[in-house]
């Protein structure tokens, strides 16, 4: 009779322990981050606004984008300064941090929105103007060394000449690394 309380005791001890998650890190962290990819090459600095969200903020120097209705061009041969904001919503890392996946360097899936401006590096431009581009995407980032990452991600966007007052709908692709140079907790 007196064991079995101590069993019940046991089994509940037992039984709590699965409903445990294990230590790991799975919090979002700050990036300050130089990217060389689809978008050009510049700095970004990926910023932590919960445990499951960040806006990567970036500028620099990549191609310029000619928006006709139905068309969308990027020429790298004329190059356009850029600014854009991404908030990115990270929904398994904590899934990847219990399988013992990598989640170093903000690593995992994601569903985001990208908001990009550029504008051409002289005012008489011929083929680029100033434009505006927004698309939804689901990604992926990935840290593939002790100072590198890798993203990508794929969707679908709307571009807009803002001289001409055109715009059109295109797929949103784009690849790029990252070499990190600063890392930030919370």
Not at 66 to 79: A, C, N, Q, R
Not at 162 to 170: A, E, F, L, S, W
Request: without cysteine.
């Amino acid at each position: 009779m007196k064991s079995i309380p101590f069993l019940i005791f046991y089994l509940g001890f037992i039984l709590s322990s699965f409903g445990q998650t294990p230590a790991s890190n799975v919090e979002l962290s700050g990036l300050i981050k130089l990217d060389l990819g689809g978008q050009g090459i510049g700095p970004s600095y990926e910023s932590r606004l919960s445990n499951k969200i960040t806006l990567d903020i970036s500028a620099g120097v990549g191609g310029g984008y000619d928006i006709t209705e139905g068309s969308l061009v990027l020429d790298y041969l004329k190059p356009a300064f850029y600014f854009s904001l991404t908030p990115k919503y990270f929904y398994n890392r904590q899934t990847r941090a219990d399988k013992g996946r990598e989640t170093r360097f903000n690593s995992g899936n994601y569903i985001g929105a990208r908001l990009k401006y550029a504008a051409p590096n002289h005012r008489n431009s011929d083929f680029t103007r100033n434009s505006i581009l927004i698309n939804l995407h689901w990604g992926i980032q990935r840290a593939i060394s002790r100072h590198w990452t890798f993203n990508f991600h794929i969707g679908a966007g709307y571009a807009r000449d803002i001289d001409n007052g055109v715009g059109t709908i295109y797929p949103a692709i784009d690849v790029k690394f990252s070499y990190i140079i600063i890392k930030k907790k919370k």
